[in-house]
């Protein structure tokens, strides 16, 4: 047999749905002279099946099935890199796809400078939910470049992903280079040891892998970094760090690279979970407390100085066990939300919460000066809105909501004070005016009213989610937004409205903020629709549709 210019391995498991689809797109590479090697990781349903019926249609497609299931993705692909036979190796997960030139434009990479250890690409992330795209770690691959060690990009360390790589089979086996078994992120360790030990890696702009995110797959059919819920999942990731801190250490990389990877962990992985807090119970909150604390304690201070200040409050809360405060902090995070109070000390220096921090490190992460709450322009002051209750109001899809804003840079003058809920389904806006009384100082309160048939959809109905948000206005006519926050535990309405389902909830994920979901219904579903990914317009669908829309 012909040696081919790259293996593909695709590990699966229990994906027979999914798997046509990864193959079909190496099938569709523009560069043909491939292996392909399905790595099975002893999958329970139907693919088997699946895998040998591709095998035996396509001679460049090798399926290997391991003899018991090992629980992670290092086995598999290792297993698959003992029958690889070509010079180069890139991996796909059975779920996600490589665009059609993606393996074009890696050899291409590789072959314009001999002896490259590996090349990069970019990554576009795809939600299946809404088919909305974007593109992973975009800055740091904007640009076409040969690196000549990662001591000089040392934020290349995000990019964490092995499978928007092409390696040279020479550099994985000089090093003895796998990937870990029976761990999870085995990606992080195995791509921050590649980093590490190559010499010369070349990254292109152009996109090379196609991540397929389910936000909201739930149970088995959830990826790992979206179990999440799972304490263990915790735990896995700090001893990932651990093990990457040890080689660090081990190869003498440690002081080049000891902030960029604690830094990274702090605005990535530590930051997924913070997203997360204020969804979970005050178990589960102590429990990852003590989990994550003892590795927070070692890293580097200059880390730590990186961050936004509303990223450092939530390390600090959760370091200091103020636990309650912490999920309280993250409903703000990205979002610029105030806290609700705010302690002085002796100096009139602000900090987050009710009290003065003890200690001089808590104080200066808690500190708030520099976000200037009393002084800063008005349309940039942070407050904090939160939806109190929801009740129902006359007509079958009126709602009167009961509003809290917190004031603690006391920037509203005494008394009542002009607010707006906006709202925009569709492209017109809705303005639903309302006041906000004082109930004490730096805390106001009001009721809006609003009523689901009466906002203006567009003709052909609309199929979307919004956010509310909450309007200020100063005595100037100065304007500020924020965002509405909702209880969590907030019930659910539905109304049946102008042809639409229309539900009022709490989002599910993140802040919290006050959710509005619009479904239309009937005939308006099959106009609308869900919203179509750009990647799924190939020819074969265009037909499809045009003999659907020949049909109707």
């Given at each position: 047999?012909?040696?081919?210019d790259?293996?593909?391995?695709?590990?699966?498991?229990d994906?027979?749905?999914?798997l046509?689809?990864?193959?079909?797109?190496l099938?569709a590479?523009?560069?043909?002279?491939?292996?392909i090697?399905?790595?099975d990781?002893?999958?329970t349903?139907n693919?088997?099946?699946?895998?040998r019926?591709?095998?035996a249609a396509?001679?460049r497609?090798?399926?290997?099935?391991?003899?018991?299931?090992?629980?992670g993705?290092?086995?598999p692909r290792?297993?698959?890199?003992d029958?690889a036979r070509?010079?180069y190796?890139?991996?796909?997960?059975?779920d996600?796809?490589?665009?059609?030139r993606?393996v074009?434009f890696l050899?291409a990479a590789?072959r314009?400078?001999?002896?490259?250890?590996?090349?990069m690409?970019?990554?576009?992330?795809v939600?299946v939910d809404?088919?909305?795209?974007?593109?992973?770690m975009p800055?740091l691959?904007?640009e076409?470049?040969?690196?000549?060690?990662?001591?000089?990009?040392?934020?290349?360390l995000?990019?964490?992903?092995s499978?928007?790589k092409?390696?040279?089979?020479?550099f994985?086996?000089?090093h003895?280079?796998?990937?870990p078994?029976?761990?999870h992120?085995?990606?992080?360790?195995?791509s921050a040891?590649?980093?590490c030990?190559a010499k010369a890696?070349?990254?292109v702009?152009?996109?090379v892998?196609?991540?397929?995110i389910?936000p909201?797959?739930?149970?088995g059919t959830?990826?790992?970094?979206n179990?999440?819920?799972?304490?263990d999942?915790?735990?896995?990731r700090?001893?990932?760090q651990?093990?990457?801190?040890?080689?660090?250490?081990?190869?003498?990389?440690?002081?080049?690279?000891?902030?960029?990877k604690?830094h990274k962990?702090?605005?990535?992985?530590?930051r997924m979970?913070?997203?997360?807090?204020?969804?979970r119970?005050?178990a589960?909150l102590?429990?990852?407390a003590?989990?994550?604390n003892p590795y927070?304690?070692?890293?580097?201070?200059?880390a730590?100085?990186r961050l936004?200040r509303?990223e450092?409050?939530?390390?600090q809360?959760?370091?200091?066990?103020?636990?309650?405060?912490?999920?309280?902090?993250?409903?703000?995070l990205?979002?610029?939300?105030a806290?609700?109070?705010?302690a002085?000390?002796?100096a009139g220096t602000?900090?987050w919460?009710d009290?003065?921090?003890?200690?001089?490190?808590?104080?200066?992460?808690l500190?708030?000066?520099?976000?200037?709450?009393?002084t800063?322009p008005?349309?940039?002051a942070?407050f904090?809105?939160?939806l109190?209750?929801?009740?129902?109001?006359?007509?079958?899809?009126?709602?009167?909501l009961?509003?809290?804003?917190y004031d603690?840079?006391?920037?509203l003058s005494?008394?009542?004070q002009p607010?707006a809920?906006?709202?925009?389904?569709?492209r017109?806006?809705?303005?639903?005016?309302f006041?906000?009384?004082?109930?004490?100082?730096g805390?106001?309160e009001?009721?809006?009213?609003?009523?689901l048939?009466?906002?203006v959809?567009?003709?052909?109905?609309f199929?979307g989610?919004r956010?509310?948000l909450?309007?200020l206005?100063a005595?100037d006519g100065?304007?500020?937004?924020?965002?509405?926050?909702?209880?969590?535990?907030?019930p659910?309405?539905t109304?049946?409205?102008?042809r639409?389902?229309v539900?009022?909830?709490?989002e599910?994920?993140?802040?919290?903020r006050?959710?509005?979901r619009?479904?239309?219904?009937g005939?308006l579903?099959?106009?609308?629709?869900?919203?179509?990914?750009?990647?799924?317009?190939?020819?074969?669908?265009?037909r499809?549709?045009?003999?659907a829309?020949?049909?109707r």
């Amino acid at each position: 047999m012909d040696t081919p210019d790259v293996t593909v391995t695709v590990i699966t498991y229990d994906d027979a749905a999914r798997l046509p689809r990864a193959v079909a797109s190496l099938q569709a590479q523009s560069h043909p002279n491939i292996e392909i090697v399905i790595s099975d990781d002893h999958s329970t349903d139907n693919t088997p099946d699946i895998a040998r019926e591709l095998a035996a249609a396509d001679p460049r497609i090798t399926y290997l099935r391991l003899p018991e299931n090992s629980g992670g993705c290092g086995v598999p692909r290792n297993r698959a890199l003992d029958l690889a036979r070509a010079p180069y190796l890139m991996f796909l997960d059975s779920d996600d796809e490589l665009p059609p030139r993606a393996v074009e434009f890696l050899l291409a990479a590789h072959r314009e400078h001999p002896g490259l250890d590996f090349a990069m690409g970019a990554v576009e992330r795809v939600r299946v939910d809404t088919g909305r795209t974007s593109r992973w770690m975009p800055h740091l691959v904007a640009e076409r470049r040969t690196v000549e060690g990662v001591e000089h990009e040392p934020d290349l360390l995000f990019e964490h992903l092995s499978t928007s790589k092409m390696y040279a089979r020479a550099f994985l086996d000089r090093h003895g280079l796998r990937f870990p078994e029976g761990i999870h992120y085995e990606d992080q360790l195995f791509s921050a040891q590649a980093y590490c030990l190559a010499k010369a890696f070349t990254i292109v702009p152009e996109t090379v892998y196609r991540w397929y995110i389910h936000p909201y797959a739930a149970g088995g059919t959830a990826s790992i970094s979206n179990q999440r819920h799972l304490l263990d999942n915790v735990r896995d990731r700090v001893h990932v760090q651990e093990l990457i801190d040890a080689f660090l250490a081990e190869s003498g990389r440690g002081d080049a690279l000891r902030e960029a990877k604690d830094h990274k962990f702090l605005k990535h992985d530590f930051r997924m979970y913070a997203g997360d807090l204020p969804h979970r119970d005050d178990a589960w909150l102590a429990e990852f407390a003590a989990v994550v604390n003892p590795y927070l304690d070692r890293l580097s201070p200059a880390a730590y100085a990186r961050l936004p200040r509303d990223e450092r409050v939530v390390l600090q809360l959760v370091r200091d066990l103020r636990l309650p405060e912490a999920r309280l902090a993250a409903r703000g995070l990205g979002h610029a939300v105030a806290p609700r109070t705010t302690a002085l000390d002796a100096a009139g220096t602000p900090y987050w919460g009710d009290r003065v921090p003890d200690t001089a490190w808590a104080r200066r992460e808690l500190s708030l000066a520099d976000l200037e709450l009393d002084t800063r322009p008005f349309r940039r002051a942070q407050f904090r809105h939160e939806l109190l209750s929801v009740e129902r109001g006359p007509g079958p899809a009126a709602l009167d909501l009961r509003v809290r804003t917190y004031d603690p840079g006391r920037r509203l003058s005494v008394g009542p004070q002009p607010a707006a809920l906006l709202l925009t389904p569709g492209r017109r806006r809705a303005t639903l005016r309302f006041r906000l009384d004082p109930v004490r100082p730096g805390v106001f309160e009001g009721r809006v009213r609003l009523d689901l048939a009466a906002l203006v959809l567009p003709r052909l109905g609309f199929a979307g989610t919004r956010h509310p948000l909450l309007q200020l206005t100063a005595p100037d006519g100065a304007r500020n937004t924020g965002l509405l926050l909702a209880p969590l535990d907030l019930p659910v309405r539905t109304a049946h409205v102008n042809r639409h389902r229309v539900t009022v909830e709490p989002e599910g994920k993140g802040a919290g903020r006050l959710q509005l979901r619009w479904e239309p219904l009937g005939p308006l579903a099959t106009r609308v629709g869900p919203p179509v990914h750009r990647a799924a317009r190939t020819p074969a669908v265009r037909r499809l549709r045009r003999l659907a829309r020949m049909i109707r």
